[in-house]
């Protein structure tokens, strides 16, 4: 994560590393709109400093940390708004809160992907219930497929075939980068999502999540374990 004065933060360094940049955070005059952009795809079976599945770390718990860390700020500044991206794949994705971090079965890069893209709409959904009243918004976002480095682990240039056909094709048909942050920044901006709260957005049309997506108590679920993961255990009402 990258700050205005260009100091960062690395969401795999859950416990220690987010909370020790964020109390500099804290001095900010302001927090208008919080974007929780940052994450990895399809990547080997890495863990986080803390010792968490790094994609459900990186893409989830991380941004979960520095919501919380952030949320009085925003409070404060309201009216404010909070975009969780998410994506596509929240649709086939499944939360297993036995074995999060796949410490117990066969691990499965693609599934571990789309869990942690469930995580941030679920999420979002109980972040929204939290905040009602308080004048932050927050939802979720599905920006569309966008030509970034984020699909390095999913095997598109594994054969020649890939690299030299379907690369290409692929490149054409997907978003530039500056395209891909045009629907986060209508979500940040747009005058007629004033008040619009715990929806979730495929690029720039409001949409109905999946149905695991809407499961309040599974949101509830994931809140309370997410806050114990990264310290928050006292996390109550925002």
């Excluded at 986080?48 to 994609?55: K, L």
């Excluded at 679920?122 to 939802?139: D, H, M, S, Y």
């Excluded at 966008?146 to 390095?152: E, K, Q």
């Excluded at 030299?164 to 005058?191: D, H, I």
Aim: overall charge negative.
């Amino acid at each position: 994560i990258c700050r205005e004065d260009n100091s960062r933060s690395d969401l795999a360094a859950l416990t220690d590393g987010l909370k020790s940049h964020f109390c500099r955070v804290s001095e900010e005059e302001r927090v208008d709109i919080l974007i929780n952009n940052a994450g990895v795809m399809r990547c080997p079976q890495w863990k986080t400093e803390d010792g968490y599945e790094m994609q459900f770390g990186v893409n989830h718990l991380g941004h979960f940390l520095l919501t919380n860390l952030l949320l009085e700020k925003l409070k404060k500044f309201a009216p404010s708004r909070i975009i969780n991206l998410s994506s596509l794949a929240h649709v086939v994705g499944d939360i297993d809160f036995d074995d999060l971090h796949w410490e117990k079965k066969k691990y499965d890069t693609k599934r571990a992907y789309c869990q942690s893209k469930l995580a941030n709409v679920l999420f979002t959904k109980e972040l929204a219930t939290r905040l009602q009243g308080t004048g932050v918004t927050a939802n979720a976002l599905h920006p569309g497929v966008v030509a970034t480095d984020l699909g390095r682990h999913s095997g598109m240039h594994q054969s020649q075939f890939s690299s030299t056909v379907l690369g290409p094709l692929f490149y054409l048909l997907v978003k530039t980068p500056t395209q891909g942050a045009q629907p986060s920044v209508f979500l940040a901006v747009a005058e007629e999502l004033a008040g619009v709260t715990g929806k979730y957005f495929d690029v720039l049309k409001e949409k109905e999540p999946a149905p695991q997506a809407q499961d309040a108590e599974a949101a509830h679920q994931l809140w309370q374990v997410s806050a114990r993961l990264v310290g928050l255990e006292q996390a109550g009402p925002a």
